[in-house]
């Protein structure tokens, strides 16, 4: 019997769950509100990293001398960078449908909703369509954490959403909220132009992360102009017509033209009918998750930010596929469980951060016996052939048997390069393993080798 499997949001978790689970041979029906891809690429990654993505060039061209060439300066076009942006994301919708109709997939456009044991329903402009489900996979991702002292407008108060690009470039920005998104907008706006402080409510930006990592990022930003007011809990926001005022808890204030809230996300889980058919849940989360995404009710998947596990698009899309696959039956056959400690991922500031697996600090914290070696760029001919010594490969593997057990890399490319210690960690290859790998000459790459030797 075919298997009739209904997925509800059409982001990263749905989309590749729905082709992964019809080329299996399953009879897929894909629900999505607004567009495929979802917020990773109306909201999230993709605009975000457009955006970055034109930032870097400024710094190129502005560090032009370095490379033998006279310098030159760049104008921001706000409506050209918009039109960028939007560009990119209707390439990407209109390849994401293309697969997902090759795959004889049903696309059906309105908003989903869980009605009856085994029964989706979709709202549509048409109106309510219904469909029977052997299996259901909900997947609606997150939007962005609003504090109940803020009011965002779109134009002087931001989300992130509200920034690809703002209606005007910020004269001076406020950034609340200095985890990885709260710095990349940070990093993005300061190539733009902007001035920009961030609002730091611990000692140091990125918490949680390699403290050496955090403070290479941290003195990039001092070079760059950008304000670390450190220690400093936002508790409101005053606004007039042109200017808004930040209110920290310690009595400090800072007024800038624009604030952008970068304070964490909250999970779309409300409306989808979940404890109506005796899902547990813990407020807007799911309280019990098997190691196949299963909730208490076994017909019943969550993937993707809803999940409560690590909010990354690469993530989401992994967690689809391995549903996709518990659905089709196919772990009996051979199935790794998904390991989110050895999930690369990548931080797109200026220098870039990436790392993998276990950190430096844990094992010290840990009393783990552990082997770093590190690396600087500036040993690298490519990084000077670039003009770009900036950052380090730092490696760390078990000092008995060799297996790399993480790293972490500052500096241009970080987020592919990490690529190699991420399939490293994965697959327990040895330092002997990469060192021993004849890579390319002069690149980047170099670097990993010599950290593993
Ligand atoms: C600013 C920012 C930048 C980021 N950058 C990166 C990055 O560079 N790399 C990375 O890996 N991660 C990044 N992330 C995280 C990443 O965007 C998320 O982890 C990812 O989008 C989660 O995928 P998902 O499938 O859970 O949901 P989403 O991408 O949120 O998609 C969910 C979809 O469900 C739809 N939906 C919701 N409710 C319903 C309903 N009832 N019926 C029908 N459809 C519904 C929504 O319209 C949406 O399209 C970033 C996040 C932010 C905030």
């Given at each position: 019997m075919t298997s009739r499997f209904v997925i509800i949001g059409g982001g990263p978790a749905g989309t590749e769950a729905a082709t992964s689970a019809a080329r299996l041979g399953a009879e897929v029906t894909l629900i999505e509100r607004d567009i495929l891809g979802g917020a990773a690429h109306l909201w999230d990654c993709i605009p975000s990293k457009t955006m970055i993505a034109t930032g870097e060039m400024i710094d190129e061209v502005a560090s032009a001398q370095g490379m033998g060439l006279t310098p030159a300066n760049c104008e921001v076009d706000l409506d050209a960078l918009r039109k960028r942006v939007v560009g990119i994301e209707s390439i990407l919708e209109r390849q994401k449908r293309t697969l997902l109709d090759s795959q004889g997939v049903n696309i059906v456009h309105g908003t989903g909703r869980i009605a009856d044991s085994h029964v989706v329903v979709a709202d549509t402009a048409e109106g309510s369509l219904s469909f029977e489900a052997d299996s259901i996979m909900v997947c609606t991702g997150s939007s962005p954490r609003i504090p109940d002292w803020a009011t965002p407008d779109g134009r002087q108060i931001l989300t992130t959403r509200d920034a690809y690009p703002p209606p005007t470039l910020p004269e001076h920005l406020v950034v609340i909220g200095s985890g990885v998104t709260g710095v990349e907008f940070v990093s993005m706006f300061a190539s733009l132009g902007s001035r920009v402080t961030l609002v730091v409510s611990r000692q140091h930006v990125l918490p949680g992360k390699d403290p050496e990592v955090a403070g290479v990022l941290e003195d990039a930003f001092v070079e760059k102009g950008v304000r670390l007011l450190k220690g400093a809990r936002a508790v409101d926001i005053e606004q007039s017509p042109d200017s808004v005022l930040v209110k920290c808890d310690d009595g400090r204030l800072v007024e800038g033209s624009h604030a952008l809230l970068a304070i964490g996300s909250v999970p779309n889980t409300p409306g989808l009918g979940l404890e109506d058919v005796g899902v547990e849940m813990d407020g807007p989360w799911v309280r019990h998750l098997d190691?196949?995404?299963?909730?208490?009710?076994?017909y019943i998947y969550v993937a993707g930010d809803i999940s409560g596990k690590l909010p990354l698009s690469s993530v989401a899309t992994m967690q689809g596929r391995k549903i996709a696959e518990h659905v089709m039956g196919l772990h009996k056959i051979g199935h790794r469980h998904l390991d989110y400690d050895k999930a690369a991922s990548a931080i797109f500031t200026d220098p870039e951060i990436a790392d993998v697996g276990l950190a430096e600090a844990d094992a010290f914290a840990e009393g783990r016996k552990v082997r770093v070696t590190k690396v600087p760029f500036a040993a690298s001919a490519k990084a000077l052939i670039n003009n770009d010594p900036t950052g380090f490969v730092k490696m760390i593997s078990d000092p008995a048997t060799g297996v790399v057990l993480g790293g972490s890399i500052v500096g241009r490319s970080a987020a592919e390069l990490i690529s190699v210690i991420a399939v490293a960690v994965t697959n327990g290859l040895t330092t002997a393993d990469i060192a021993e790998s004849i890579l390319v000459h002069p690149a980047l790459s170099e670097a990993l080798r010599e950290a593993a030797e």
């Open positions: 190691h196949h995404m299963r909730t208490n009710i076994e």
